[in-house]
């Protein structure tokens, strides 16, 4: 006999255990299915960068205790070009509104640890996962489990299984719509556990290519540099990294930079990527199942949690009130955020790469790089950008 749940969940990343986490809150019964096992998903190297409305929603959620002892508050956004460094304040141009350094992967952790406390069920290693039913009333999911068959009936799916997962391939070619753009370039990065070379990030523009310094802790530093996404990382011993970084930084940034042996060494290409509508059916995706973005500005977590601020909401309201209104409603929240988001990331990955040998195009660039930092009006534009748009 088939399990029953109100809701499957799939994908235990950060986006589909706060979901889950939201709704044992709420008393709805769910249950997460993933195919990597647990040990993967609680390693996986992301993102670090949290915007306010993430960190609100994650203590809402009740898995803010160790971010908040934790979390290092960044006041300011560096911008590096002409081999300068400007700083941008955030705070004080957007009513207090800060972002907090914090690895995804210390999100994931906290967000298991939550769940694991609260019972409800995680299936990890599922394989051969398939979703059914979900253009129907009472959709169901199937997968493979301990080499056991097994099906789990519900009300609702939710896809929150990444760019590669089953949830947005299950929907019909004609029932959706996508909208993309492949950069003719990746980035290298590099974590270390090194002090970070700036308290804030830093981009830089150099006639060399784009370089990025971030951090994970005062003790864990991020980085990155503009590279052929064909390339290969065997040929980047950790001194050539490290070389090269420091070209692409300021002379008195570079000369701060703190070197070590590599812990992670990965080159990942860019791209844009938006699928609408987010709701297919009792099928509603989340994350980068429905939308990625390239990593310039951090948005990648943070528009995930949004996605999950409108689903969760919507799944209440469906269970509440019997509103089936709201799983189309939630696409369009959620997709009004998505857009402007993708706008940002596309506007500063375009502004800050250098990526074709037209000089009027990049004297554009250095004229829109000192816009920003030069008047009130653009660093406004880059703050509130920057820290995330509201909910």
Known sequence: MAKRTQVVIVGA?????????????????????ERQTKDHVLARIRAGILEQTSVDLLTSAGAGA???????????????????????????????????????????LDLYNLRAAGGSQTIYSAGNVEIHDFDRDWPFIRFVNNGKAEEIACDLIAGCDGYHGVCRASIPDNAIT??????????????????????????????????LCSMRSMTRSRYYIQCNPADNIERWSDDAFWDELRRRLPPETAEQLITGPSLEKSIAP???????????????????????????????????????????????SFFANNDIAALPHYSQQALARVWKTERFSWYLT????????????????????????????GRLMMAENYVGLPL
């Not at 990343?13 to 299915?33: E, F, H, K, T, Y």
């Not at 996508?178 to 590099?190: E, K, R």
């Not at 199942?289 to 799944?315: E, M, R, W």
Request: overall charge negative; aromatic content about 10%; charged content about 15%.
């Open 178 to 211: 996508t909208y993309g753009q492949v950069y003719p370039f990746g980035w290298l990065g590099l974590l270390a556990d090194t002090p970070p070379v700036s308290t804030e990030v830093i981009y830089a523009n150099n006639d060399r290519g784009f370089a």
């Open 13 to 33: 990343g950060p986006s589909g255990l706060l979901l889950g986490c939201l709704l044992d809150r709420a008393g709805i019964d769910n249950i997460i299915v």
């Open 270 to 316: 860019l791209r844009s990527f938006v699928a609408e509508p987010m709701h297919f059916g009792r099928l509603l995706l989340a994350g980068d199942a429905a939308h990625v973005v390239p990593p310039t500005g951090a948005k990648g977590l943070n528009l995930a949690f949004s996605d999950i601020y409108y689903l969760h909401q919507a799944i209440e």
């Open 350 to 377: 375009n502004l800050t790469h250098r990526f074709n040998a037209d000089p009027f195009e990049q004297k554009m660039k250095e004229a829109e790089l000192d816009y920003i930092t030069a008047s009130p009006a």
């Open 66 to 108: 160790r971010l908040a002892a934790e979390g290092i508050a960044h006041h300011a956004v560096n911008i590096a070009f002409d081999h300068k460094l400007v700083s941008v304040p955030l705070g004080a141009t957007t009513n207090g509104k800060v972002v907090t350094a914090y690895g995804q992967t210390e999100v994931t």
